[in-house]
């Protein structure tokens, strides 16, 4: 924990550190944006294959 409270400290007061950090972060962010998406909407595409094939 120790350690890890000591690489935050680095990681504030180097800009370079920060910026990898908000860079990871950022395609992490987006990564999990991206298959969020594409879960909801292949449950959404489930669903409306039902409906048509109710009603065909």
């Known amino acids: 924990l120790i350690e890890t409270i000591r690489s935050w400290k680095v990681a504030c007061t180097n800009p370079l550190s920060t910026t990898v950090f908000f860079v990871l972060c950022h395609h992490y962010v987006h990564q999990i944006a991206i298959e969020t998406v ?19």
Do not use: C, D, R, T
């Open 38 to 56: 594409l879960v909801i909407w292949n449950k959404i595409e489930g669903i409306l294959h039902s409906i048509l094939l109710l009603h065909l």
